[in-house]
């Protein structure tokens, strides 16, 4: 996994609650057995026509959202179906951080095991940014995981929560599984004394 | 110290607690299918690594695999090509899968339950969000991402937080024409599909100690349309009649020794939940949603909330652009409205007492002529079971399509789809802008509503025709 390093970011609006993960990247994307190519899907059914020809005013189709690293979206972002194909599309795309009020669960996770960090910041910050980013939209923040805090573009800081382990493991660019399989032996204890519940081979 | 089900399943399944990491959790089961795994066995080929567990792992294919007759090649040739990575993947890992021609396919959270795979007191993962149906059985049982797919066929084990608890108690009895589903799209509808953020539901209550089976899995499975990772019912003799006598369910001694411990598994007298909502199921009428997520839900008679009735306002232009979307005014009930499709089925109503109901509504009526109706059944086995009681036959004189088992409509990438600006009724489970093709628009509603709609052609209360 690859070290979330701090960022400096012009913000991408899409100022919408319960943005759901069948609109970030459709469920028709979802017959690939591979990551590649998903970026260019990301929010394709708000970003594309009919036709499938860009739309102009979508922000994800103007230079000033290609800039962006940081998406900021209403709040339960990432709600629905489980599919981390949304967070590999964000990350395809460019988007290295999504700030909202809250996070759906399964979400949160999928972007955490990425290296997209999830920035829950509490309503009060949440409508002074989205303020902020109308009135200035070169406005920019700063992201830094050390000190989990968000610079917003007045100057002032807001903290945000992250798991302890979370954190770690994306400073660090530390991969979840190595850490599991160095259990073996907790694992291995755990089956010997486990009642056998059923066999799928049986 | 009085213990929720909850805690006593996630106790009972701690692998390791170490400071400064989450628990890791034991795993006992792990459902898998063709959409949210292929980068995951990728993964393990890439780290040279094998799946620790084949015996606790089962596949199915269901998401992308056509409902067309399966003696017919895979038209769509990338998803012929996934579903031929997925058996490759689970042959070359030893992993037992039901293919496309297995006559036990189906929609991976039927087969579990329907094969006594899924047990109580289990711990029970799939890349799935709609992995909650398993609690039905006592199981915690959750969705993950293909990251976390890769770990569980890696290790058997995930990491994981404990979450909060929430008991949602429901009382009394529900009048007739009004269905489980209508109970959770009540819950839906009145926490609002983050209300469940970080929690696990427990469902308990009068109301569904009454339900079948089947009816719990209607109600745990939608536990994620309020945000919740997961929801469960604790087990009692409608778990353990449903589950005797099944391929996987327990024999002879080990079924008294398994009874023994499932019958430790809920929730203490006295045990406390994080949280708690009390619904009277004697007050529920028929539930429909008229937006673009769950919580966007209505009694059959109430009308179309109006947006400028809300004070906050993000919350008021997401119902306006819902009803954009929708093309729907408000102030009004949606009795009357036109359908163009109806869609019973999904791993929500695609079981055989769901298709029982909606044969009720079909039985001597005709499908409505300006509306396409079509019944997935939830797997080859509930397919087979309908046909055994003549229920193909009542859909088919009525004029429905019936199909092979899948996800179909649901997702809707199998290529059955709802065209753009299309109107339908939908048994399944998320009415999401685009969920059932681009541009259509979904109506979540019980099977008995479904139907009624299906012989109508409109939205329509079915207590009318019962």
């Known amino acids: 996994m690859e070290k979330f390093e701090p960022l400096t970011s012009r913000i991408a609006v899409l100022a919408s609650d319960n943005i759901d993960t069948d609109q970030i990247i459709p469920a028709r994307f979802l017959k690939t057995t591979s990551k590649a190519g998903l970026g260019d899907q990301l929010f394709f059914d708000w970003r594309y026509d009919a036709d499938g020809n860009p739309r102009p005013e979508f922000l994800l189709n103007k230079p000033e959202g290609r800039a962006a690293q940081v998406l900021l979206a209403g709040d339960n972002f990432g709600c629905g179906s489980s599919r981390e194909h949304a967070p590999w599309a964000l990350l395809q795309y460019g988007f290295r951080a999504v700030i909202s009020t809250s996070f759906a669960d399964i979400f949160r996770g999928n972007a955490l095991k990425n290296s997209l960090l999830p920035i829950a910041i509490p309503s009060v910050a949440h409508k002074a940014l989205l303020q902020a980013a109308a009135t200035d939209p070169a406005a920019t923040v700063t992201v830094d995981l050390a000190t989990q805090t968000l610079q917003l573009p007045d100057g002032s800081s807001v903290e945000f929560p992250i798991d302890p382990f979370a954190k770690h493991c994306m400073l660090e660019g530390i991969d979840e599984l190595g850490y599991i399989l160095q259990q073996d032996a907790a694992i291995a204890a755990y089956e010997s004394q486990r009642p056998l519940t059923v066999n799928t081979l049986g | ?466």
């Open chain 2, 1 to 466: 110290m009085p213990r929720t089900i909850i805690e006593k399943v996630w106790n009972n399944h701690i692998v390791a607690e170490r400071p400064g990491a989450p628990t890791l959790l034991y795993i006992d089961l792990h459902l898998v299918h063709e959409v949210t795994s292929p980068q995951a066995f990728s993964g393990l080929r890439e780290r040279g690594l094998q799946v620790r567990r084949p015996d606790l792992t089962i596949g199915t294919t269901d998401h992308s695999i056509p409902t067309y007759d399966r003696s017919l090649p895979i038209l769509d040739e990338i998803a012929g090509q996934q579903i031929s990575q997925f058996e490759k993947n689970c042959r070359d890992f030893g992993v037992p899968f039901y293919g496309p021609h297995s006559e036990k396919q189906g929609i991976v959270h039927i087969i579990g339950p329907e094969q006594g795979l899924t047990q109580p007191g289990m711990t029970v993962v799939c890349g799935d969000s709609h992995t909650a149906t398993h609690g039905a059985f006592g199981a915690l049982a959750f969705g993950i991402g293909t990251s976390q797919v890769e770990h569980v066929l890696a290790s058997q084990c995930l990491l994981q937080t404990r979450s909060k608890t929430y008991e949602v108690r429901v009382e009394g009895t529900l009048r007739p024409g009004v269905a489980a589903k209508d109970i959770i799209l009540n819950l839906i509808s009145r926490i609002g599909i983050g209300g469940g953020t970080g929690c696990v539901f427990e469902y308990a209550g009068s109301a569904i100690r009454s339900l079948s089976m089947e009816e719990r899995m209607t109600i745990c499975n939608m536990s994620i349309e309020a945000g919740a990772r997961a929801g469960l019912v604790a087990p009692d003799d409608t778990t353990y009649q449903y589950l005797s006598g099944r391929p996987y369910a327990p024999q002879g001694a080990g079924w008294e020794r398994a009874l023994a411990l499932w019958r430790g598994l809920p929730s203490d007298p006295g045990a406390t939940f994080d949280k708690r909502i009390d619904i009277d199921a004697s007050s529920l009428e028929p539930m429909i949603t008229f937006g673009t997520n769950p919580g966007m839900g209505i009694p059959i008679t109430a009308p179309v909330p109006d947006p400028s009735s809300m004070n906050d306002p993000l919350e008021r232009d997401s119902l306006g652009k819902a009803l954009r979307y929708m093309d729907l005014p408000s102030g009004r009930p949606l009795l009357g409205h036109p359908v163009n499709v109806v869609f019973i089925g999904s791993c929500t109503n695609s079981r055989i007492s769901d298709l029982r109901a909606a044969a009720e509504i079909f039985k001597g009526r005709k499908v409505n002529p300006k509306v396409r109706v079509m019944v997935v059944p939830g797997s080859q086995l509930v397919k087979k079971q309908a046909q055994a009681e003549g229920l193909d036959r009542i859909f088919k004189d009525a004029g429905a399509d019936w199909r092979e088992a899948g996800c179909s409509m649901c997702i809707a990438m199998n290529g059955d789809q709802l065209s753009p600006g299309e109107y339908s009724v939908s048994t399944s489970n998320r009415n999401f802008e685009g969920r059932q093709g681009k541009g259509g628009r979904t109506f979540l509603a019980s099977p008995l509503t479904a139907a009624a709609a299906a012989v109508t052609g409109v939205v329509t209360d079915v207590r009318t025709l019962i």
